[in-house]
């Protein structure tokens, strides 16, 4: 058993921490303030080629690696959570059904530009009434001779206001719910199609929207797969997104620690550094040792899919084990700081803010246990 990354993974891992820390890092608070989303970090990511890690070379991309998406994502998570997320997107369900269950024309028109960073992609599931039962979708789409017509609306859409293209997961037939969804790729720029940001606590430089869809008209060759089959090709993608969520909450847990780390060796109290308390010490290496037990679970996940193995429960519980576990982790780093980590010039809050959503997006940590157990066969 080798528990290093290969020497490919390591180089690989040194210029993902340059990109991030050169592009992203001075960036996190300022455009966490503003609400936005710097636009140009996509663009930088595209011209280095870190957003082509899930693709073959033919369409631009460095060849599928789950090891090295993992790596990229967590350094741009430590960088900065909410930007990070957008990149997330951005190689995984932004452009994964696309690679997946697109036709070649659409590959080159909407694929290409995504990888290079000239386009980016958004995925529409989650509705006013539905969440986490995602086989319970509403949204109508009506055959109407060459095209579909698209109506409802659509929550929590991330990179929504940016996005070029959408993924929309809408309702084909009614009474039915697995065989009934299917998949289509909508220009942003559509007829019918409106977009408007949302507000949130955490990852406030990711862009999210509402979308709402009148009459909206989709040709029939912007279908992604097959007719009524929408769910199945949903679910064969979230075994790997999971897994990045998971390695995301692994890159914000490190930079929460090392930010309690430096702390600890910096502030004196009682004449003495603060890391030099048994009370502090115990914080910080149970902080340590559970990043260590988050990331060995995700690179496992990883290492499952790179092989082309079964990792349904093993992606679960890295997402689940990792989400949670971040949020342990950014707790007692605050705490470490004492007031100071309140305080909005102190990274601390904001990573307190950011990582309460790891445990809600792509499945709840309550999700993620029923998924354990029913793969346990229970």
């Known amino acids: 058993m080798n528990f290093e990354l290969s020497e490919e993974h390591k180089i690989f891992q040194r210029t993902a921490a340059q990109f991030a820390q050169k592009e992203i890092a001075p960036l996190g608070a300022e455009y966490d303030e503003k609400e936005e989303y710097p636009r140009q970090v996509i663009i930088k990511a595209g011209e280095l080629g870190f957003l082509g890690i899930p693709y073959p070379e033919q369409y631009g991309g460095t060849g599928p690696d ?3 998406l993992c790596v990229f994502v967590e350094e741009v998570s430590k960088a900065d959570a909410g930007i990070g997320s957008g990149l997330v997107v951005q190689n995984t369900v932004g452009t994964s059904p696309v690679f997946n269950f697109g036709s070649e024309d659409m590959k080159q028109r909407y694929l290409v530009p ?3 960073g000239e386009f980016v992609g958004c995925f529409c599931l989650t509705e006013p009434n539905v969440g986490s039962d995602v086989s319970s979708i509403e949204m109508m789409a009506k055959e109407d001779g ?12 991330s990179n929504g206001l940016m996005a070029n293209y959408a993924i929309v997961a809408v309702r084909t037939e009614k009474g039915k719910k697995h065989e009934g969804m299917t998949l289509f790729l909508v220009d942003t720029q ?3 199609l409106t977009r408007k940001g949302l507000k949130k606590l955490g990852i406030r430089a990711q862009d999210i929207a509402e979308f709402s869809f009148e009459d909206c008209r989709v040709p029939k060759e912007n279908l992604l797969g097959e007719l009524g089959k929408g769910f199945y090709h949903l679910m064969s993608t979230v075994q790997k997104t999971r897994i990045i969520v998971g390695a995301a909450s692994v890159g914000l847990a490190k930079a929460a620690f090392d930010t309690a780390l430096r702390y600890a060796k910096e502030r004196r109290q009682f004449g003495q550094p603060i890391g030099k308390f048994q009370g502090i010490q115990f914080m910080m290496a149970d902080m340590a040792m559970e990043i260590e037990l ?4 995700v690179y496992k996940a990883a290492w499952m899919n790179d092989r082309g193995e079964k ?5 679960s519980m890295a997402k689940l084990n990792a989400s949670e576990m971040v949020n342990r982790v950014v707790y007692k780093a605050l705490q470490i700081h004492g007031g100071y980590g309140y305080m909005r010039e102190y990274p601390l809050e904001r990573y307190f803010r950011d990582a309460r959503i790891m445990e809600i997006f792509e499945g709840t940590s309550e999700i993620q246990r029923v998924i354990i157990a029913r793969e346990l066969g229970l």
């Open 294 to 297: 988050a990331s060995l679970l």
């Open 190 to 192: 559509s007829p019918g």
């Open 311 to 315: 990792c349904i429960k093993e992606a």
């Open 66 to 68: 789950t090891i090295a």
């Open 114 to 116: 995504a990888i290079k």
């Open 146 to 157: 060459d095209s579909y017509i698209l109506n409802g609306s659509k929550l929590f859409v």
